[in-house]
């Protein structure tokens, strides 16, 4: 009997990262993300309270060399205040959260990786914009694309409209499911929850606005950096399921051409995929900017919002069976 446990126990140790993804996923496929009291809700209004004490305006000093000094050090601030908010709750949960028995582990690491996780939601969120897309309510879609996209959405067309949404959940693919599975694979939970918050600051300061372009610099430099790598894999993801050569050919080419390297790579690769073409022209803050074209084949459509989403899903499936056939060859062999 004593045997019996001590090789259970063994196995269970040999797949604790396995079962630790699926747990997660599952988590997140049965409960989504919280409604109230979402802990990224609560990290973007400390963030954005420790941006308005530490970036003030530096416009109005007259010489342009002392505005230049005040944007070096309104970088150095802006680093300063990424490691503040960024650094303190993985180093937490490393030192404390890290040492249980296997088990106990396993719950919590996947308690923890289910948070970072935004499988359901992205498929939510995406299906918010394809109903009133369906029944003709332009206002409604509107309305809850501009929950995932920055751009102006009061005039987009159904087609416009559509590729936002396929754009939107091509990239948050990456950085809300592909990237927390990746770095949870590489550097356990601390490390997903330096990637989440990351994320998220980019997606709050990384702007080449007058107020952020400075103070902001590091934060975006730094989410470039982190996922680097998680964006390749989630890449190759993308580009397994169908055209392989010129899936990778294209996010190599036009993805590298994207204002985001790492969101280029992945919406060009699924966008090849789906034989579907993103990118172009989109409004900013009262802007029309030329965005890069991407990917090959038709302009997206009403129906390509719910292939996007079945693509991230399978694409999530496909790393789990990686990670289970490497484990599986590693304990057989």
Same mark, same amino acid.
């Given at each position: 009997?004593?045997?019996?446990?001590?090789?259970?126990?063994?196995?269970?140790?040999?797949?604790?990262?396995?079962?630790?993804?699926?747990?997660?996923?599952?988590?997140?496929?049965?409960?989504?993300?919280?409604?109230?009291?979402?802990?990224? &809700?609560?990290?973007?209004?400390?963030?954005?309270?420790?941006?308005?004490? =530490?970036?003030?305006?530096?416009?109005?000093?007259?010489?342009?060399?002392?505005?230049?000094?005040?944007?070096?050090?309104?970088?150095?601030?802006?680093? +300063?205040?990424?490691?503040?908010?960024?650094?303190?709750?993985?180093?937490?949960?490393?030192?404390?959260?890290?040492?249980?028995?296997?088990? !106990?582990?396993?719950?919590?690491?996947?308690?923890?990786?289910?948070?970072?996780?935004? =499988?359901?939601?992205?498929?939510?969120?995406?299906?918010?914009?394809?109903?009133?897309?369906?029944?003709?309510?332009?206002?409604?879609?509107?309305?809850?694309?501009?929950?995932?996209?920055?751009?102006?959405?009061?005039?987009?067309?159904?087609?416009?409209?559509?590729?936002?949404?396929?754009?939107?959940?091509?990239?948050?693919?990456?950085?809300?499911?592909?990237?927390?599975?990746?770095?949870?694979? !590489?550097?356990?939970?601390?490390?997903? +929850? &330096?990637?989440?918050?990351?994320?998220?600051?980019?997606?709050?300061?990384?702007?080449?606005?007058?107020?952020?372009?400075?103070?902001?610099?590091?934060?975006?430099?730094?989410?470039?950096?982190?996922?680097?790598?998680?964006?390749?894999?989630?890449?190759?993801?993308?580009? +397994?399921?169908?055209?392989?050569?010129?899936?990778?050919?294209?996010?190599?080419?036009?993805?590298?051409?994207?204002?985001?390297?790492?969101?280029?790579?992945?919406?060009?690769? %699924?966008?090849?995929?789906?034989?579907?073409? !993103?990118?172009?022209?989109?409004?900013?803050?009262?802007?029309? =900017?030329?965005?890069?074209?991407? %990917?090959?084949?038709?302009?997206?459509?009403?129906?390509? !919002?719910?292939?996007?989403?079945?693509?991230?899903?399978?694409?999530?499936?496909?790393?789990?069976?990686?990670?289970?056939?490497?484990?599986?060859?590693?304990?057989?062999?």
């Amino acid at each position: 009997m004593f045997d019996l446990f001590e090789f259970n126990l063994s196995m269970l140790s040999a797949f604790a990262v396995t079962l630790t993804l699926v747990l997660a996923l599952f988590l997140d496929a049965q409960l989504g993300e919280a409604k109230k009291y979402h802990y990224l &809700v609560f990290f973007g209004r400390l963030s954005a309270a420790l941006e308005e004490k =530490l970036n003030p305006n530096f416009s109005t000093y007259p010489s342009n060399d002392r505005i230049l000094k005040r944007s070096k050090f309104s970088q150095f601030i802006g680093l +300063i205040a990424w490691l503040l908010l960024v650094l303190p709750v993985p180093m937490i949960y490393y030192f404390y959260f890290s040492n249980f028995s296997v088990v !106990i582990q396993i719950i919590v690491d996947a308690i923890m990786l289910y948070l970072a996780l935004g =499988l359901r939601s992205l498929k939510e969120h995406g299906m918010q914009v394809y109903q009133p897309l369906l029944q003709n309510n332009l206002e409604a879609a509107r309305h809850y694309t501009g929950y995932l996209v920055s751009r102006e959405t009061s005039t987009l067309t159904p087609k416009a409209l559509s590729r936002a949404t396929v754009e939107s959940i091509l990239e948050n693919g990456h950085d809300s499911v592909i990237a927390s599975l990746t770095y949870y694979l !590489i550097g356990g939970i601390p490390l997903v +929850i &330096v990637h989440r918050l990351a994320n998220t600051l980019d997606a709050m300061w990384g702007y080449k606005s007058a107020r952020y372009v400075s103070f902001g610099y590091a934060s975006a430099r730094l989410d470039d950096l982190l996922g680097f790598f998680s964006g390749k894999v989630c890449t190759v993801l993308y580009a +397994i399921q169908g055209q392989v050569l010129l899936a990778l050919k294209n996010a190599f080419q036009q993805g590298g051409q994207y204002k985001s390297h790492n969101g280029g790579w992945v919406m060009a690769a %699924g966008a090849t995929v789906m034989h579907r073409t !993103i990118g172009g022209c989109a409004q900013y803050h009262g802007q029309t =900017l030329q965005g890069t074209l991407m %990917g090959c084949g038709q302009a997206v459509d009403i129906e390509d !919002i719910p292939k996007s989403i079945k693509l991230v899903q399978r694409a999530s499936s496909l790393f789990v069976f990686f990670v289970v056939s490497y484990q599986l060859w590693v304990y057989i062999f």
